[in-house]
């Protein structure tokens, strides 16, 4: 019974830390269960739970949000598809990859730290 109870707690889901990640190209607010990130020329969104498994993975769904330079038209409609939202994370570090789930096109592969500010640049 002793054993049962400790595989219990050491597999208990865990969540990716609240605060900003940062990288090259990404940076990522995680607040109350849920992210917002933002990319060179695009965004996002993962609506929470951020779940990590005991190994540190994560495999979540959420929107990407193409963008494009120049000003936004009022009755523009978003360029948003359903992406997958895969990686590890130590609650320190992150590798994150993206990847649009309707057509499989893989945006990018990013390592981002808890803290960082991140550097993104905005299409013009």
């Keep these: 019974m002793i054993v049962c109870a400790v595989m219990a707690e050491t597999q208990k889901p865990k969540v990716i830390p609240?605060?900003?990640?940062?990288?090259d190209h990404i940076r990522i607010d995680v607040s109350d269960g849920s992210?917002?990130?933002?990319?060179?020329?695009?965004?996002?969104?993962?609506?929470?739970?951020?779940?990590?498994?005991?190994?540190?993975?994560?495999?979540l769904r959420g929107i990407h949000n193409k963008e494009h330079g120049g000003p936004i038209r009022a009755d523009e409609e978003p360029n948003s598809h359903p992406a997958r939202y895969?990686?590890?994370?130590d609650g320190k570090t992150m590798t994150l990859t993206v990847t649009l789930?309707?057509?499989?096109?893989?945006?990018?592969?990013?390592?981002?730290?808890?803290?960082?500010?991140?550097?993104v640049f905005k299409c013009k």
């Design 18 to 23: 609240d605060g900003t990640w940062g990288g």
């Design 101 to 119: 789930t309707e057509t499989n096109e893989k945006i990018g592969t990013f390592k981002l730290v808890h803290g960082r500010v991140g550097r």
């Design 35 to 59: 992210a917002i990130i933002d990319y060179d020329c695009a965004n996002g969104t993962i609506q929470g739970p951020l779940t990590v498994n005991s190994d540190g993975k994560f495999d």
């Design 86 to 89: 895969k990686g590890w994370t």
